[in-house]
């Protein structure tokens, strides 16, 4: 992968919503407010400063539209976690027109790492991928 694996500089941001939490992912390019907000979400679930990255997992699938590929690439990795019994702190994704491939890495959740609250998916509420000042930004609530 060329592109560099992110946790966002200044941590995870949110914006309010009633029922979920709502994600925020801030980049220079699309790429990294992705990875971004795939930091921000699984920040939901634990302190990522606390995760060693010791297994990777990689991911592709196709999307044209870039808010529902925001979404897809929640929920892959969401579900990778799940399935997988995997909490992930990095995270990487670089696209190629309407193909995305991707992938993060962490580790087995084990005593020690403290659980917050569960992620379930990322849904199509609040869903926005756009230009920015200094790049882009990618947001969604999601279901906890």
């Known amino acids: 992968m060329n592109a560099s694996p992110i946790v966002p500089p200044a941590g995870p941001a949110y914006f309010e919503h009633d029922a979920d939490i709502g994600v925020v992912g801030r980049g220079a ?7 971004s907000a795939a930091a921000a979400t699984f920040a939901i679930m634990t302190d990522l400063a606390s995760v060693r990255p010791d297994q990777s997992i990689a991911l592709d699938f196709e999307e044209a539209d870039t808010e529902l590929a925001l979404v897809r690439w929640l929920n892959l990795l969401l579900a990778l976690s799940h399935e997988r019994g995997l909490v992930f702190s990095r995270f990487w994704i670089e696209r190629d027109g309407v193909l995305w491939r991707g992938g993060a890495a962490g580790e087995p ?7 917050g609250v569960e992620v379930k998916g990322a849904t199509l509420t609040m869903l926005s991928v756009s230009p920015a000042p200094g790049g882009w930004e990618a947001r969604c609530v999601v279901d906890v």
Request: proline residues 7%.
């Open 29 to 35: 390019t699309l790429e990294e407010a992705f990875q």
């Open 109 to 115: 959740w084990r005593p020690g790492l403290e659980r």
